[in-house]
């Protein structure tokens, strides 16, 4: 079945380093791919996605590109603010079906000052 | 545009008790996801609705949960009796339709089961 695998965390960085967060799928067909954040006691957001390969997703700085041939979206800041601090999730979605979500374990981000 | 609502916040039960839910919808979103998500790991899928209708429910554990999506807003989520391995955070999220590309999350229920 479908899976997502996401490196583990916590990921300690100072202000302004780069960030990488590794994330790898395992699907069939074409899946839509998501990163969502979730800061302490709230919801997850969806920061940025990607529905066909070769699609790069961005939002707030934050881009990750759909690699069909790696099976990865890795997700990428050229530089990490304290307000970065968050739990990542990485996720796929199939896109036939009941277009379920299948979740990573999730990478918690520690930005020092 | 109001997000998705959850109540109560937190709740802290005895093991053998039942406890439930509530989950209000952004307004308009056809479809109703609840999740579990158990400390360090992703939101595990509970139970998806369509309308009032259920599409996914395969990893529900039936013989003790239980959720209900009357006139296809509002929804509630029902544990009953509870395990110390129900303890995690109930996550509830609406998306327009089943098809669409992202789904809102709600802030979640924080479950403590003694």
């Known amino acids: 079945g479908n899976s997502v695998t996401q490196m583990e965390g916590p990921v300690t960085l100072s202000e302004e380093a780069f960030l990488t967060i590794n994330c790898t799928y395992t699907?069939?067909?074409?899946?839509?791919l998501f990163w969502y954040v979730q800061y302490p006691g709230e919801g997850l957001q969806l920061l940025l996605k990607?529905?066909?390969?070769?699609d790069k997703g961005s939002n707030k700085g934050f881009e990750a590109t759909y690699r069909k041939e790696t099976t990865s979206f890795h997700l990428e800041k050229g530089s990490v603010q304290v307000s970065d601090s968050a739990v990542y999730f990485c996720?796929?979605?199939?896109?036939?079906?009941?277009?379920?979500?299948?979740f990573g374990t999730g990478t918690r981000l520690k930005v020092l000052a | 545009e109001a997000g998705v609502a959850q109540s109560p916040r937190y709740k802290i039960i005895e093991k053998r008790q039942s406890v439930a839910f509530w989950c209000n919808p952004i307004?308009?979103?056809?479809?109703l996801y609840w999740y579990q998500q158990i400390l360090g790991q992703g939101p595990k899928l509970l139970i998806q609705?369509?309308?009032?209708?259920?599409?996914?429910d395969s990893q529900l554990p039936k013989d003790r949960f239980s959720a209900e999506r009357l006139k296809g807003v509002d929804s509630t989520l029902k544990i009953q009796p509870a395990k110390l391995e129900d303890s995690a955070v109930y996550l509830c999220?609406?998306?327009?339709?089943?098809?669409?590309?992202?789904?809102?999350f709600g802030p979640g229920t924080r479950l403590t089961v003694l």
């Open positions: 999220a609406s998306s327009l339709r089943v098809s669409y590309n992202e789904q809102f």
């Open positions: 699907a069939t067909g074409y899946p839509s």
């Open positions: 990607a529905t066909k390969a070769d």
């Open positions: 996720a796929l979605s199939s896109t036939s079906g009941t277009y379920k979500y299948i």
């Open positions: 307004s308009g979103h056809a479809t």
């Open positions: 609705f369509q309308n009032n209708g259920v599409v996914d």
